[in-house]
């Protein structure tokens, strides 16, 4: 966001006003299915409570993993390659 805001307003302090402008914030990619999932982070940040952080990601991408392993590889890649297509398909229109 912040060098599409240098570009579009020459200040990279609007990457906020860019990142709404994307559709670049967590909802917003997981209610386009860009992204699975929306991990919280710890208050104050990931950067305040690391180990926090690290074991929320790790329990989360688990229990995806956990779900993906059920399924053959083949039925995993046709589905990422209809996942992204749609996404490709919605950005059209």
Known sequence: PEGCASILWQDSGMAEEAAKALKFRALEL?????????????????????????????????????????????ELIADRYEKYRRIGLSSLS
């Open 30 to 74: 997981f209610d386009l299915g860009v992204v699975d999932d929306i991990i919280k982070e710890p208050m104050g940040g990931a950067h305040r409570s690391p180990v926090r952080a690290a074991k929320q990601l790790k329990k989360v991408v688990t229990a995806h993993l956990e779900r993906l392993r059920r399924f053959p590889v083949e």
